[in-house]
């Protein structure tokens, strides 16, 4: 499809989903220039309309404030928001109905977490909030050269996704110029098949996970394919996002010879930043407010913490003072962009690793996220492996587990690994988090030491 072409069916996508997306890009292609004064003062003008629809709207929210003491229309600094409670993971899988705002948005609906988060929780978005998160993607997409509309091949989504979609969603996906191709069934045979999509679909960027990148890069170079040869076929760059991507970059660069960026979002929250061309990846502050937190004490820090994130576009299901579990760092330093949005580097969390089948085929550690939203009642869940041929999977569960959970997880699992491979499902009451505070959702000994090798 025509670029021009696919950038005005997307338009009209989301027109007919009654999502704003190209107003609210524009807006943020225009604000990215503002002065960090006219900035800051969007947030807090956007920040007391969001408290009054949260005080107004929420239970939850009613009382917490009303416990601080804090009225919606006097929190002009973040002292004033600092008298509110940190938000944690917990409190909104427990409380959620409190917390949602019915009539605050239209078109809501229930979302739930993905990623490298093995604590899922389930919260309210609405077609405004999509329609924000959407532009500020293009928007960072467009920092790095690419445009809505041009060829763009997604490296990610479970095959059960992929089952998922229908013939309209893939006819809706070629008129706008998105392919997708499998993250998870990384193998040595599928390898070629993969390049050889890339090559049919010709796209300027691949928008992907690391840790599935990282493991066809290094296929790819055991057989003797040249990912280079992608270029005559129209690729121009690489984009991360969902996990880690450090010093993977220089790697996938020197395979693909394209520059790579990345980006860093939460589902449950926003696009939190994006890289521009100068690697310097830049806070969507028109939409949030950022603060950093030590993990220990939980006082403010000054620039490098665990970071916390005020949504100020989640009318549906306000988020306020969210605990996102990633270790950050924040800074003002100018960046030769121009453009004064603060600058953001994840510093801790958000890896993914692999298991390995007994056959060798390496299984990425996202497929169990979308396990957890095969089977009803899975509150944490982690993937061990000591050895080659054998998976222990905990789960700690609530009322909601079915009887025959666990076969569900061992069934589901089996379609994954090999069949000589045994998969031990055990319920367990925790599951402790790492030192760093996140939860990891694999802890492979094989693949580390056979990525050591």
């Known amino acids: 499809m025509i670029p021009i072409l696919a950038r005005t069916f997307f338009r009209i996508q989301e027109r007919l989903l009654g999502r704003p997306t190209f107003r609210l890009f524009d807006e943020l292609e225009e604000s990215q220039w503002w002065p960090r004064e006219r900035l800051e003062a969007l947030q807090w003008e956007r920040l007391g309309e969001l408290l009054a629809v949260a005080y107004a709207h929420t239970p939850y929210w009613r009382q917490v404030m009303d416990r601080a003491g804090v009225r919606p229309d006097a929190v002009a600094s973040l002292a004033d928001l600092g008298r509110l409670p940190l938000l944690d993971k917990e409190t909104i899988r427990t409380g959620r109905e409190a917390m949602a705002a019915p009539g605050a948005a239209r078109r809501t609906w229930l979302g739930r977490t993905g990623g490298s988060i093995a604590t899922p929780i389930e919260f309210y978005t609405s077609a405004l909030r999509e329609a924000h998160i959407s532009a500020a993607r293009m928007r960072g997409h467009h920092w790095v050269g690419m445009r809505r509309g041009e060829r763009e091949m997604y490296f990610w989504g479970s095959p059960v996704e992929r089952a998922k979609q229908d013939t309209v969603k893939s006819i809706r996906d070629w008129f706008i110029n998105d392919g997708f191709t499998d993250g998870f069934n990384v193998t040595e045979a599928a390898v070629p098949r993969l390049v050889a999509a890339w090559r049919r679909f010709r796209p300027k960027c691949i928008f992907c996970y690391p840790s599935s990148m990282d493991l066809l890069v290094k296929l790819a170079r055991r057989q003797g394919i040249d990912l280079a040869k992608l270029r005559q076929a129209g690729l121009e760059m690489i984009i991360t996002t969902a996990e880690i991507l450090g010093p993977i970059r220089e790697q996938f660069a020197e395979a693909f010879g394209v520059p790579v960026y990345d980006s860093y979002g939460l589902r449950e929250v926003a696009l939190v930043a994006h890289e521009c061309r100068h690697q310097t990846m ?168 056979m990525r050591r090798s």
């Open 282 to 449: 830049h806070a969507t502050e028109e939409q949030l407010i950022l603060e950093t937190i030590d993990p220990a004490t939980l006082e403010p820090t000054d620039g490098e913490g665990e970071l916390v994130v005020t949504s100020l576009i989640s009318h549906a299901m306000p988020m306020i003072r969210y605990r996102t579990g990633d270790l950050v760092s924040l800074d003002d330093a100018p960046c030769p962009c121009g453009r004064p949005l603060r600058g953001l580097r994840v510093r801790g969390g958000r890896v993914v690793d692999f298991l390995v089948s007994s056959n060798g085929d390496w299984v990425s550690g996202i497929v169990f996220v979308y396990l957890m939203k095969e089977v009803p009642g899975v509150v944490k869940l982690q993937a061990r492996q000591e050895r080659v041929g054998h998976v222990r999977v905990l789960v700690v569960p609530d009322e909601r587990f079915h009887p025959a959970g666990e076969q569900m997880l061992r069934e589901n699992l089996r379609k994954r690994f090999h069949p000589d491979d045994e998969i031990e499902v055990c319920e367990v009451a925790d599951i402790p988090p790492a030192e760093s505070g996140k939860h990891r959702l694999v802890i492979s000994r094989v693949a580390e030491q």
